[in-house]
């Protein structure tokens, strides 16, 4: 121990200790508390806690179908799930995403660390993922848009991104959106990844559409299923032995897990199932002896290669005259979603990190870290891939004693490692990371308790924001509705209110969440207040008007985490997901 606190006081006192703020290197704004192997044990356990997403990305990517060419759609099989040749195409863009998301994960996260010095790990998104595979580019291309034409979106959104980062919009445009639209968004998307970890597609297999009613209880075996319908007979539902084990290895092992704090519990939940699901003479077998499952098994056989990205990069289609309005509905979703993601993460880490100033309610670096996701969302969309964003399972780091960038560098070096691991993660079977979903959206459905539900004009709105996200599998359409619906109701009461001289009110107008433009901390960003007052290096600091403070009082609104130095007989739940 005495070695290791020498080092620790060594590598402080070292050029290195002063870039990142280490606890005894002499900067002014030192991190208290901040040591080197602590920091690599952090950045390890955000890794562990979020390593899930590279099989899980990929497999909720590759149902969008990629770059494969559309096959011939018959009545008999409408989505080309029973063409061979279109699946061996889907395995191999499968293979290219699991490379994809590691690689942009590694990238992100570290450059995140370097610039930014915060211990804060970035992905694509959770819920970004499904709304851009199974909302914009479709099942199996059956959507608004073709998949080259959606990774274009993405990567104009991301350099959009940059400006509103520099002139400080995107830090305003998220303060400024109504605290329970914010609140109910993470809930509907955590609502919809459920359904989509209750599915085939990319889930246990529970559940099933319907013409009858809009779903219907499934868990047969493929074999089993009506060829017209899709669905299950009566005496097999429930039967299928993938289903049983994901619920139950996938699903409340991982919660039990959790329940204990044990790190790196949704990984493991994950591998467990794979690895039954492995052996090829099962009922349970991920590579049945077909020309898909053959081809599988070869790749897996591999454990450790480096898969090139070979049908997904660089392929964005730059002519969308034919999909103008498409592509717009999909560009201003992917913006406004992504705003409320990263933005509601980055501010809830840096709370917990204790890193904002509570006077600008901005946070130390927050121009360079919106700058890395932006900018990594247009390199992602090179890969192939959705929006990056940050991730709330950072807090698992966070919670270790991460406090500075160093933790968001050893999360990326184990990201770039498990990219010559891709024959494990491209053979995760979607039955292993359906339970995982359903655990991903319950966790996000919990800030739901926050939500104002006593002034009707908050929680219709809010409301609205989640139920219509699942139940028209758009997470556009729920966010259309939860803002259109806002503005129609309190701008009418407002208007009632003024017409009658302030005698026609809600009794009960007082619970109301207070609402205003007028954002704390200014309009404008730091840099561009202090270039106004003539500060020659606006681009520096004032540390006479920028302090941050050493104590935070209080907690972020989209955080689920104690503010740092904040007193609690709870550990902060390692495996907590934002969306994302």
């Known amino acids: 121990m005495g070695w290791v606190h020498n ?13 990142f703020r280490l606890d005894g290197s002499g900067h002014p704004k030192e991190r208290k ?6 920091e690599i044990r952090a950045g390890l356990a955000t890794f562990f806690a979020m390593a899930y997403i590279i099989a899980v990305n990929a497999t909720i990517v590759s149902q969008s179908g990629g770059t494969c060419p559309k096959c011939e759609l018959t009545e008999a099989d409408p989505f080309c799930d029973n063409n061979e040749e279109y699946m061996l195409c889907l395995a191999s863009i499968n293979r290219d995403l699991v490379t994809a998301t590691a690689a942009i994960s590694a990238l992100t996260t570290f450059c ?53 980062t520099l002139l400080g919009l995107r830090q305003w445009l998220a303060r400024a959106i109504p605290a329970s639209i914010k609140l109910a968004t993470g809930v509907g998307i955590g609502l919809y990844l459920t359904i989509i970890g209750l599915t085939y597609s990319a889930g246990v297999g529970l559940i099933t559409g319907a013409k009858e009613t809009p779903l219907e ?48 519990a949704i990984i493991a939940g994950i591998l467990l199932v794979s690895i039954i699901s492995w052996p090829r003479p099962t009922p349970v077998t991920y590579f049945p002896h077909t020309p898909l499952g053959d081809d599988m098994f070869d790749f897996f056989k591999k454990v450790v290669t480096f898969h090139p990205i070979e049908k997904i990069l660089a392929v964005q289609q730059w002519d969308i005259s ?50 890395v996701d932006a900018v990594g969302i247009s390199i992602g969309s090179l890969m192939g891939t959705p929006p990056v964003t940050a991730y709330i399972e950072s807090g698992a780091g966070i919670s270790e004693g991460g406090k500075t960038g160093l933790t968001a560098i050893f999360a990326g070096i184990a990201f770039f490692i498990a990219i010559f691991f891709a024959p494990i993660f491209a053979s995760i079977p979607p039955w292993a990371t359906g339970g995982t979903l359903v655990i991903v959206g319950s966790l996000m459905a919990q800030s739901a308790k926050d939500i104002n539900w006593k002034y009707m004009g908050d929680a219709i709105p809010a409301f609205l924001t989640i139920a219509i996200m699942p139940f028209t599998y758009s997470i556009a359409y729920g966010l259309i509705a939860g803002i259109i619906s806002y503005m129609i109701i ?35 960003p730091p840099w561009i207040q202090r270039a106004v007052r003539g500060k020659k290096d606006f681009w520096r600091s004032d540390p006479s008007t920028e302090g941050v403070e050493d104590s935070v009082d209080r907690k972020s609104e989209s955080s689920g985490y104690p503010a740092a130095g904040e007193k609690t007989t709870e550990v902060p739940d390692k495996e907590t997901h934002k969306l994302a």
């Open 7 to 19: 080092t620790n006081v060594k590598i402080a006192q070292s050029a290195v200790g002063k870039y």
């Open 33 to 38: 508390g901040s040591f080197f192997f602590t």
């Open 112 to 164: 995140m660390g370097l610039f930014a010095n915060l211990p804060i790990a970035l992905a694509p998104g959770m819920g970004l993922n499904a709304y851009f595979t199974f909302t914009v580019v479709g099942y199996h291309g059956t959507g608004m848009v073709p998949y080259e034409v959606a990774l274009t979106a993405v990567f104009v959104e991301g350099w959009v991104f940059v400006g509103l």
């Open 217 to 264: 209880l499934a868990g047969c075996y493929p074999q089993f299923k009506d060829p017209e319908t899709g669905l299950c007979p009566p005496s097999e539902k429930m039967r299928s032995g993938t289903l049983w084990i994901g619920i139950f290895l996938g699903g409340i092992l991982t919660v039990m897990l959790m329940l204990y704090r044990v790190k790196g």
């Open 322 to 371: 034919s999909y103008g309005g498409q592509f717009g509905l999909a560009f201003i979703t992917f913006l406004y979603v992504d705003i409320l993601d990263c933005t509601g993460t980055l501010y809830s880490m840096a709370r917990f990190s204790g890193v904002i100033d509570e006077r600008t309610q901005d946070f130390e670096n927050s121009a360079i870290a919106y700058s």
């Open 490 to 524: 309190n701008t009418t009461v407002w208007l009632i209110e003024m017409a009658s001289g302030g005698r026609i009110v809600p009794p009960n107008k007082h619970e109301k969440e207070h609402w205003t433009w007028r954002i704390p901390g200014g309009f404008f």
